[in-house]
C-alpha cells in the first residue's frame, strides 16, 4: 500500500518489485494498491522507476480500513487461498524479524 506523494512509499515499491522478481517462478504475483486517484501520477511514478505490475487504486479506502493500514508503506502478504499471511509497516520486503518461510510460500 502507497502513495505516489511518499517517497519511502516510491522507494519500497520499487524495492518491493525488484526482489518479487526473484520468486515469479513459485508463483508469486505483486498487486500494488495506492492512495492516490490520480491516474496520471501513478502512470509516471511507475513508468520512471521501471514497474510493470498491477496498481488497484483505493480511493474509497476500503482495502486500507480492511487490512488496518495506518502509514505509507505498508507491505501485506497474502497466501493462495486469499489469507492475510503477515504484514509490517515499512519499506523492506521480508523484515529481518520475520519468520524466512512466510515469505517464501
Known amino acids: 500500500y502507497w502513495k505516489t506523494s511518499n517517497e519511502r512509499s516510491v ?3 520499487k524495492e518491493v518489485h525488484d526482489e518479487l522478481k526473484k ?3 513459485k508463483g ?3 498487486l500494488s494498491v495506492i492512495a492516490d486517484d490520480n491516474k496520471d501520477e501513478v502512470k509516471k511514478v511507475l513508468s520512471e522507476k521501471g514497474i510493470d505490475y498491477p ?3 483505493d480511493s474509497d479506502r476500503q482495502l486500507y480500513s480492511s487490512y488496518g493500514i495506518r502509514v505509507y508503506p505498508t507491505t501485506v502478504i497474502i497466501d493462495r ?3 492475510r499471511i503477515t504484514s509490517w509497516r ?3 520486503i521480508c523484515p529481518p ?3 524466512r518461510s512466510l515469505c517464501d510460500r
Do not use: N
Request: glycine share 4%; proline share 0%; hydrophobic share 50%.
Open 55 to 57: 496498481v488497484l487504486i
Open 23 to 25: 520468486y515469479e517462478k
Open 11 to 13: 522507494l519500497a515499491l
Open 28 to 30: 508469486v504475483r505483486v
Open 81 to 83: 487461498q486469499g489469507v
Open 90 to 92: 515499512h519499506s523492506l
Open 97 to 99: 524479524e520475520a519468520d
